[in-house]
């Protein structure tokens, strides 16, 4: 067996002898695999369909229009005809930050005004995180109320290039305080607002938010990577009808390949078309947007949609569990796939649980949490998800299972105990009874 094949192996077993828990991370079918080594990945198509720079683009045209209108007709499907009819897709953006990054190139100028949400509440970095050294930090000058305005290092492109202010939640309860928000977009006036981040568990009002962005006259983008597959099941609300802009990725709870997909208004499909190619990319990846077609495809069914109700019965199931045992869960439970426990007050560190739970085979990840007063690579949170053990078969009976064993590890760690009895076992015999798909 040469070196790839033997790593494609052991990978292989690593995900089948372990259950992963980060939420946005997924399994698909073989036929998703299927599509992304299969011989789309030789063409080379810069262009649209029927407007190629390249011959022997007719497949491939009849495969990205195809997908195309796939991903309006699954993501919009919980909304009116109206809205339905109102939307338009590029499937050949790379990634979610790529993604958002075309979505700001099509209608900002450099120096426009972007109102994001904070990273360290759970926004995304791409929303233009950017920070200052503790030596470097004038917290009177950067943060005020719920309102972040960014530090010297640049970390993101985009707070380069764009003016980034970002809202934090509500101190008491974590969650947005929508009037709040409100009035920092009065006082900032923003060009464009964006919703969405990767560890916030409730769902978003975009009905708030759109009256927010229409009284400052800022378009509306809603970031949603995390939820897309929740948003196809119908299992959270679907920001269609409110937002003139939508991303998200295609490889978290929708279950498709590592990829993205942006979408539009109908008036703003040409900018949106131009600033993907030729404003930043070049030619697309067939392959992936085969693959992400395929997904569409699974996504379409009764059977997704048990699928993404389930994740979020599975999550609010470990989220009340862990409450239960006495855990402090950020906002008392979640609305959708994740769950963010605070453990630093416990005396526990988000690393150490995380890392001591990889050890007994539950993958998990350290994180922020709001008002976080730790670091990003000493966080004192962790943050769980549900889509990939429901994909395995899980349902609630297995979920307070591995409930169980997470609070275990979580007592010990907190009494200083090292001795972990047989939960390497418990998770083995979990693995061994909910496989793999396919
Ligand atoms: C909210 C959000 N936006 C954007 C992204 C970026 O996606 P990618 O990793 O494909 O660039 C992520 C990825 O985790 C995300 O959670």
């Given at each position: 067996m040469n070196k790839i094949k033997e790593l494609i192996q052991k990978e292989?077993?690593?995900?089948?002898?372990?259950l992963g828990m980060i939420p946005s991370e997924n399994y698909t079918s073989k036929e998703v695999r299927e599509a992304?080594?299969?011989?789309?990945?030789?063409?080379?198509?810069?262009?649209?369909p029927a407007a190629r720079y390249y011959e022997g683009n007719e497949v491939i045209d009849e495969l990205e229009s195809f997908v195309r209108d796939m991903a309006v007709k699954v993501m919009t499907k919980h909304d009116s005809k109206e809205v339905q009819n109102n939307w338009h897709a590029n499937v050949q953006?790379?990634?979610?930050?790529?993604?958002?990054?075309?979505?700001?190139?099509s209608i900002l100028e450099p120096g426009d005004k972007i109102l994001s949400m904070y990273l360290p509440d759970g926004g995304h970095l791409s929303h233009g995180w950017s920070y200052s050294s503790?030596?470097?930090?004038?917290?009177?000058?950067?943060?005020?109320?719920?309102?972040?305005?960014?530090?010297?290092?640049?970390?993101?492109?985009?707070?380069?290039?764009?003016?980034?202010?970002?809202?934090?939640?509500?101190p008491s309860t974590f969650v947005f305080?929508?009037?709040?928000?409100e009035k920092l977009a009065i006082q900032e006036k923003p060009k464009l607002i964006i919703t969405g981040g990767t560890a916030y568990p409730r769902d978003i009002d975009y009905k708030r938010m759109r009256e927010i962005a229409d009284k400052v006259g800022a378009y509306y983008h809603a970031d949603v990577a995390h939820e897309a597959g929740l948003i196809a099941g119908g299992a959270v609300p679907s920001p269609f009808k409110y937002a003139d802009f939508v991303t998200f990725t295609t490889h978290k709870t929708l279950r498709?390949?590592?990829?993205?997909?942006?979408?539009?208004?109908?008036?703003?499909?040409?900018?949106?078309?131009?600033?993907?190619?030729p404003g930043l990319q070049g030619g697309p990846f067939n392959h992936t947007i085969a693959g992400v077609g395929q997904a569409l495809i699974e996504a379409d069914t009764k059977e997704f949609q048990d699928y993404a109700n389930q994740v979020v019965k599975n999550a609010q199931i470990l989220a009340e569990e862990l409450v239960n045992a006495g855990l402090n869960v950020i906002t008392g439970g979640t609305d959708k796939h994740l769950v963010l426990v605070e453990v630093l007050s416990a005396g526990v560190s988000g690393a150490d649980f995380a890392s001591k739970l990889a050890e007994i085979g539950i993958i998990a990840n350290k994180n922020t949490v709001p008002y976080e007063k730790g670091s990003p690579v000493d966080p004192s949170g962790?943050?769980?998800?549900?889509?990939?053990?429901?994909?395995?078969g899980m349902k609630e009976d297995a979920i307070k299972e591995v409930a169980e064993i997470i609070v275990e590890v979580f007592n010990m760690l907190k009494n200083n105990e090292d001795q972990y009895g047989d939960l390497r076992l418990k998770v083995d015999?979990?693995?061994?009874?909910?496989?793999?798909?396919?």
């Open positions: 292989y077993d690593r995900q089948h002898n372990t992304v080594g299969s011989v789309f990945m030789h063409k080379y198509s810069e262009g649209y953006v790379l990634s979610g930050s790529a993604a958002n990054l075309a979505v700001y190139t503790k030596k470097d930090r004038d917290d009177s000058l950067e943060s005020e109320g719920i309102a972040y305005k960014g530090g010297k290092k640049k970390v993101n492109f985009t707070s380069k290039v764009f003016d980034i202010v970002q809202y934090k939640t509500d305080d929508y009037d709040e928000i498709g390949p590592k990829g993205a997909v942006a979408m539009c208004k109908r008036e703003f499909a040409k900018k949106l078309d131009r600033a993907v190619f962790l943050r769980l998800g549900t889509p990939i053990l429901t994909t395995r015999g979990l693995c061994q009874k909910y496989k793999l798909p396919n």
